[in-house]
Nanobody, 122 residues
Framework: QVQLVESGGGLVQPGGSLRLACAAS????????MGWYRQAPGKQRELVAN????????DYADSVKGRFTISRDNAKNTVYLEMNSVKPEDTAVYYC???????????????WGQGTQVTVSS
């Protein structure tokens, strides 16, 4: 019913920049929050950044504060992650998450994208 499609991953050198995008589509009545999580090999999935769609409030993992910026375009149901000063430890699969209601009475459900690989290496 709801699809989240990520784009923008790839290989980037340490200290470089990368921009991820995630577009939500399908049977969307309302979106509460959208965010980015990541999972490195052998590690648990962790929150990177989250944004509240109606007021733009944000939350970041300590490890990315000051380097990454999350933003949204509500008209396009799209969230972005601007990644600057990237480090090798940022290497992971990045997943988009959306908390979405499909009707006015359905309640909120969690949706995930397929993930996009980000590799930081020289």
């Amino acid at each position: 019913q709801v699809q989240l499609v990520e784009s923008g991953g790839g290989l980037v050198q340490p200290g470089g920049s990368l921009r991820l995008a995630c577009a939500a589509s399908g049977s969307i009545f309302s979106i509460d929050t959208m965010g980015w999580y990541r999972q490195a090999p052998g590690k648990q999935r962790e929150l990177v950044a989250n944004i509240i769609t109606y007021n733009g409030g944000t939350d970041y993992a300590d490890s990315v504060k000051g380097r990454f910026t999350i933003s949204r375009d509500n008209a396009k149901n799209t969230v972005y992650l601007e990644m600057n000063s990237v480090k090798p430890e940022d290497t992971a699969v990045y997943y988009c998450n959306g908390v979405v209601a499909t009707t006015w009475k359905s309640g909120w459900d969690n949706y995930w994208g397929q993930g996009t690989q980000v590799t930081v290496s020289s």
